[in-house]
Each structure stands twice: as C-alpha cells, then as structure tokens.
C-alpha cells in the first residue's frame, strides 16, 4: 500500500521535482526493496528484544521518514526519506504474524492471520482514497498534497499498535 499511494502523483512530482517520472518510479522500486530487505533486521531484534520495543522503535523511523517525504525538495531527499520509511514500515509485517500468533490460540490463528493480511493489503488503501480524495481539487497547492501520505501513514502505522501497548 505504502508504495501504491505514491503512484497517482507520479507525474506530479517529476514535474515538481524537474525530473522524470521513470525517476520517481525508481524511488518507488528502492522503497519496496527496503520494505523486503528490512524485516531481516527487525525479525530478530524482536526475537531478542520482544516485539513491543520493535513496534515502538519502527513508529517513529516511518513518521520521520514521512515528515521527510513531505518536505522533500530533490529527488535525493526523497530517496533517502523513503528508505527510511521503508525501514520503519517494515517491521509490522516481519513482526506482525509472530505478534498474532503470541495472541490468539493456534485454531484461530489462521483467521486472525487472514484478516491481518487482508487489512494490511486491502483495507488501507481505501483508506487512502477517502483521506486523498480532497487532494486532488485544483486549488490545493502541490506542497499541501505532500503532507497528507505522512498524515496518513502515521495513522496506519499506529493502528497496529494497540496490542503492543498493554
């Protein structure tokens, strides 16, 4: 999802950035291989450290990383920002399952698995239509657009955190 949300305002930022829009799909590449090298650190830190401090640890990482994206004003910056969301993103799907199957008994785990799955794969996105929907009215400048991924993100981010936190 993180990677999807960034697709309609490809063209946009090419233009705004003065670069390409193969460019920013680079920057979206880069992000969804961060996402798939990360949960190799985050998985066994959990394993040592237990996974509440993992959760509380990766939050902040993806906030920054998203304030970051939001007040980018070169490609570099956008790179560097997003594989730090990348980072911090990561870590609720290399955590996540180990955290579900700590919680429910093994006949329910699948179920639990497959709603978890399907939240993080589904549900977010719609997510994202309603919060991006006023984005694209034509007097909103193109850097108040930016800030509503962060805003966004740090919702979803912190939505999978209530177990965690007792």
């Not at 830190?45 to 920054?64: D, Q």
């Not at 799907?93 to 919680?103: K, N, R, S």
């Not at 108040?144 to 177990?163: D, E, L």
Request: glycine share 10%; proline share 7%.
């Amino acid at each position: 999802m993180a990677s999807s949300i960034f697709l309609p305002s490809v063209p946009q930022l090419a233009d705004d950035l003065n670069t390409s829009e193969t460019i920013i799909n680079v920057t979206i590449a880069i992000f969804i291989v961060v996402i798939g090298v990360a949960p190799v650190i985050w998985s066994p830190l959990s394993g040592f450290y237990g996974r509440k401090p993992v959760y509380l640890a990766s939050m902040p990482i993806t906030i920054a990383g998203s304030i970051g994206v939001a007040l980018s004003r070169n490609v570099g910056d956008i790179i560097g920002t997003r594989v730090l969301q990348g980072i911090g993103s990561s870590a609720v799907l290399a955590v996540g399952a180990g955290t579900i199957g700590d919680i429910f008994r093994p006949t329910e785990r699948a179920n639990a698995m497959g709603w978890f799955y399907s939240g993080v794969s589904r549900c977010l996105p719609f997510g994202a239509t309603i919060l991006t929907s006023g984005s694209t009215r034509p007097g909103l400048s193109s850097s108040n657009r930016r800030y509503i991924y962060p805003i966004y993100r740090s919702m979803s981010q912190s939505s999978f955190q209530p177990h965690t936190l007792t």
